[in-house]
């Protein structure tokens, strides 16, 4: 066979390739570069990182700190995501206006965040950050695409530390509650349990003592953050969105209470190692529970709003 033949065979047998599947060029990079809105983009990205550094590392060290209140946070920016992508359908054909406009406010809050650094407050920075980032919405796609999206920036700050002062005041309480909650079950399933102070149970084999730590607060914070998450993708009516919102701290509280009892339970059926051992993931266990039941409870809600 010769050279003419073989060039010829591979022509016709090699598929042409789908314009779809090519790579970008170097050109069109560039060409992406130049474009102004993408330059716009990059800016208030950068703006936003420059000014809250700091403080994306003090929520970052939080969520990655599974004894933190703040545990769940790294799931409150999936949440956000998978918002935008329900309201995509309706919110992607909104004309893209950004406005210099929100400069004015923009700036001062971006000079504010850098000097609060110092001040060392969460709160304070958290606001701050919500505002920024809602503003460069505004600076970079105009005030129609920033009310569009303010629900999905607003669930951000589920996920940053805004509730200290008040974590420190109902910590105490919370504990007190689910300690009696445990004591209350232990006495109903016939372990004849005991107290010696208000977040100590005494077993026969096994002491259980109600730590801070074990008060609750940390599911408290995540239930309520999915129960918000709920209300917003079910659309529910406000009165079963009010259900939702009541039974969030009981519901939260009472599976703490169950979660602390079994672990008294297997404590002193298993050993003092076991229960421990047993303390370490069930947290996990309550909080999935919870998670679950409260979407039992979103269907129930829905199948009557729809009948």
């Known amino acids: 066979m010769d050279t003419e ?37 990059m800016l208030a990205i950068g703006a936003l990182i420059f000014a809250f550094l700091p403080f994306f590392k003090l929520v970052w060290r939080q969520w990655m700190d599974m004894d933190s209140h703040y545990a769940h946070g790294l799931l409150v920016p999936l949440c956000s995501g998978f918002l935008v992508w329900t309201m995509w359908p309706k919110i992607k054909d909104i004309p893209v206006k950004g406005t210099w406009v929100a400069l004015v406010g923009l700036v001062p809050i971006l000079g504010a965040a850098a000097m609060s650094m110092r001040l060392e407050q969460p709160f304070i920075q958290s606001v701050l950050c919500i505002a920024a980032i809602w503003l460069s919405v505004v600076l970079v796609a105009g005030w129609r695409w920033a009310w ?4 999905a920036i607003a669930y951000l700050i589920l996920g940053f530390p805004i509730l200290d002062r ?24 016939g372990y004849k349990p005991f107290r010696t102070d208000s977040v100590t149970i005494n077993l026969d084999k096994f002491t259980l003592f ?5 008060s609750g607060l940390k599911t408290t914070i995540a239930i ?84």
């Open 5 to 41: 033949a073989v060039l010829n065979e591979v022509q016709t047998t090699t598929p042409p390739v789908d314009a779809d599947e090519r790579r970008l060029s170097l050109d069109e990079v560039l060409a992406w570069g130049r474009n102004p809105q993408f330059q716009l983009v």
């Open 148 to 151: 569009a999206l303010a629900p």
């Open 166 to 189: 008040i974590i420190d005041r109902a910590t105490l309480p919370l504990q007190q509650v689910s300690t009696e909650v445990a004591y209350q079950i232990l006495d109903v399933l």
């Open 210 to 214: 109600v730590a801070a730590a074990c």
């Open 224 to 307: 309520s953050a999915a129960v918000v998450f709920f209300m917003i993708i079910s659309r529910l009516q406000f009165f079963a969105n009010l259900i939702l919102a009541t039974i969030a701290i009981p519901l939260s509280v009472f599976i703490n209470g169950v979660r602390i009892a079994m672990i008294g339970m297997v404590g002193n059926e298993y050993g003092e190692k076991a229960g421990h051992d047993f303390h370490d993931y069930s947290g996990y266990i309550a909080l999935a529970l919870c998670f679950y039941l409260l979407y039992l409870i979103t269907k129930g809600l829905e199948f009557k709003k729809k009948s």
